[in-house]
């Protein structure tokens, strides 16, 4: 019937689900870890795949971006979970999964959602998202005439303003038809010459310079250097002056280049009249991208939204456009009712507090000193990782850029510590 890879650290786990699919008539492959299921799909192109997200040595989500960004998802992928979040599963089928199993799992479950993965269309056939999906709105029109003509005199285009969501939307709207998309984020490996020339003609992305680790910093200039060769276009964002990147040590050439062409992303503070309109649009793209329920908002909820949305004050690492996707996002998956009303509005948006980092007040850095080392270590460890996951807007991926940690790693710390994760932590 269909070809199987089943993806999992838990033997008993791949027994099973290896014996029930077979019963049902399919070939199954098993791979234990990331790097078994890389040389598996690399050998032989599986009909669909069933992918843990929890794994040793790179977790599911790791491999899942792995594989978007070096364009390798051709398949269905479901993946499977026992701590599973809406927002893990959101950020799976943003990356490319079809659909997501909760451990343990019951055999009606696993057998629906193979059939209805085994019929998915080629992964990819949902074109991405572009600024075209917002395009009534007059501040979207602009922006994308700015990025056209920026991008049409410059193969690097720097945008400043924001990071995340928007910017991936501008990118994808400069990306040529039918090219290559290559996230350097997301991509583990070096960057050979090979790689460049499959990229050729098409797009590598940088949603935020800040998070990059020295092996993305070489992969970057060395695409820097070798992209008027294969026609590169190259589309990045900070969330962080790029003087703060130079004092940590980016390589000075790369940044050099990086700023000689950017464009501005609109303050959205100071589209507070535009708001009604700009947040029904985002809605509008996540329903039909089937990303979330059907739901639109009432009247009274986006006048709500409009006066309490803050003008100013945001910090500079948090991205105003990213605050508003994701909250138009949970408002949709948590809202009870089709139509988003004013209790919802009051419920979710994020009132304006006192800058986290000036929480630690001399007084209390003076308390820490008072405790044991290993008291002093939690204590500021909770207010360090509460810290990022506000910054984040509780993405795990990100948090764990900027921590330096593995997924994995980071999770087990977080609950160690009794912060919950994969949410926003007020």
């Keep these: 019937m269909a070809d199987i890879l089943v993806v999992d650290d838990e033997i008993g786990i791949r027994e099973l689900l290896s014996e029930i699919l077979a019963d049902e008539g399919h070939q199954v492959r098993l791979a234990e870890n990331a790097a078994s299921a890389r040389k598996q799909r690399n050998e032989q192109t599986p009909d669909l795949v069933l992918l843990d997200i929890w794994m040793p040595d790179t977790d599911g989500i790791s491999l899942l971006k792995e594989w978007s960004a070096s364009g390798q998802i051709t398949m269905p992928i479901v993946m499977m979970s026992g701590h599973g979040t809406i927002d893990t599963a959101v950020e799976a089928t943003r990356i490319g999964a079809v659909d ?54 410059s193969n690097t285009l720097f945008i400043k303003g924001g990071t995340g969501v928007i910017v991936e939307l ?47 910093q070489m992969n970057l200039a060395f695409a820097l250097e070798r992209q008027g060769q294969h026609n590169i276009l190259i589309v990045a964002a900070a969330s962080q002056p790029l003087e703060d990147l130079a004092r940590r040590g980016w390589e000075s050439p790369a940044l050099a280049r990086l700023p000689e062409v950017w464009v501005t992303l609109p303050d959205l503070g100071e589209h507070a009249d535009d708001l009604p309109e700009i947040a029904s649009l985002f809605l509008g793209m996540l329903v039909e991208r089937q990303e979330v329920p059907l739901r639109s908002f ?104 900027r921590a330096g940690l593995e997924r994995t790693h980071l999770y087990r710390k977080l609950k160690q510590l009794g912060i919950a994760a994969g949410r926003r932590n007020d």
């Design 298 to 401: 009432s009247s009274a909820a986006l006048n709500l939204l409009r006066v309490r949305w803050p003008k100013r004050g945001t910090p500079p690492e948090i991205s105003p456009w990213n605050e508003l996707q994701t909250l138009i996002r949970n408002l949709a998956l948590t809202t009870l009712e089709e139509n988003i009303g004013e209790d919802d509005i009051l419920r979710l948006l994020p009132v304006k507090t006192e800058d986290t980092t000036k929480s630690l007040a001399p007084e209390a850095i003076e308390c820490l000193f008072a405790l044991a080392a290993r008291d002093a270590r939690e204590a500021f460890e909770q207010h360090y990782f509460r810290y990022l996951l506000n910054a984040e807007q509780g993405n795990m991926t990100r948090v764990a850029q």
């Design 170 to 216: 501008c990118a994808r709207t400069l990306q040529r038809p039918h090219s290559v998309w290559l996230d350097l984020l997301t991509y583990s490996g070096t960057l050979s010459q090979e790689m460049l020339q499959k990229t050729a003609g098409g797009l590598i992305y940088i949603s935020d310079l800040a998070v990059m680790g020295k092996l993305q």
């Design 100 to 153: 997501f199993l909760e451990k343990p799992i019951a055999l009606h479950r696993l057998l629906s959602t193979v059939q209805k993965a085994l019929k998915h269309d080629r992964i990819g056939l949902r074109p991405p998202a572009t600024l075209a999906a917002l395009a009534h709105a007059h501040v979207f029109r602009d922006l994308q005439k700015r990025l056209e003509l920026a991008a049409a005199c």
